[in-house]
């Protein structure tokens, strides 16, 4: 089955200890990205790979890494996260490629809580 | 860069009739518009989109129009059903710079019975 793996799901932590959410599609999207979902603002971009190795800045990066180093796998990296960063996030993937815009496959979202 | 505007933020309507939700957009560059419905405790999905080279796009309950000299673009949604009930969220985006989606801010639509 197509799909794009969030983990995990839920998540509870405190100020500065660093976190990894992984994402994983299986669809062989180039195009891959992080959003988060915050009451009243919709889905902000925190960053994007357009393929391997390839990666770039969103709309609201500060306070995040990425890395792209296979092409199924996406993981976001908080190194010290704050309170500001609870949200819900959810990873995307999708084809890319002729300059075409293309259906974003979401993950399933990680409901993050930094007390 | 691209602002994406959406209204209403929440809309209530009869079992039956008709839903309609708007989106205004800043970057006359863009010319992908899709709509996301995202149920409760649910990821986003596709619904909908539209190109600029058409007005209007119908799919069975649901259409999506264009205005590209206004900077619009509306969801239809008729014959209104208790699963219509979700957020639905309207996005832009530009060939050139098919990186970046902006999403608006969301229309939580309740269907009342």
């Known amino acids: 089955e197509a799909q794009v793996t969030q983990n995990p799901r839920y998540l509870i932590t405190v100020t500065g200890k660093k976190l990894t959410v992984t994402c994983s599609q299986n669809?062989?999207?180039?195009?891959m990205s992080w959003y988060r979902q915050d009451p009243g603002l919709g889905l902000r971009q925190i960053y994007y790979?357009?393929?391997?190795?390839?990666?770039d800045k969103g709309d609201v990066p500060e306070g995040y890494k990425v890395s792209r180093k296979e092409k199924r796998n996406f993981p976001l990296i908080l190194e010290s996260p704050s309170p500001n960063q609870t949200s819900l996030y959810f990873c995307?993937?999708?084809?890319?490629?002729?300059?075409?815009?293309?259906?974003?496959?979401f993950g399933s979202g990680t409901q993050l809580s930094v007390l | 860069g691209e602002n994406v505007e959406q209204h209403p933020s929440t809309l209530s309507v009869q079992e039956g009739d008709s839903a309609v939700i708007k989106c205004t957009y800043s970057?006359?560059?863009?010319?992908?518009f899709p709509w996301y419905k995202q149920e409760l405790g649910k990821r986003p999905q596709l619904i909908i989109d539209?190109?600029?080279?058409?007005g209007e796009k119908k799919d069975q309950r649901i259409a999506v129009t264009l205005n590209k000299t206004a900077k619009h673009f509306s969801l239809h949604i008729t014959e209104t059903q208790p699963e219509d009930s979700a957020v639905y969220f309207c996005?832009?985006?530009?060939?050139?710079?098919?990186?970046?989606?902006?999403f608006g801010s969301g229309t939580r639509l309740s269907i009342r019975p």
């Open positions: 669809m062989n999207h180039e195009y």
């Open positions: 790979s357009m393929n391997v190795e390839v990666t």
């Open positions: 970057d006359s560059a863009s010319n992908y």
């Open positions: 996005a832009a985006s530009s060939y050139s710079s098919a990186s970046k989606i902006i």
């Open positions: 995307a993937s999708r084809r890319a490629g002729g300059g075409t815009n293309e259906k974003l496959f």
């Open positions: 539209i190109r600029s080279n058409v």
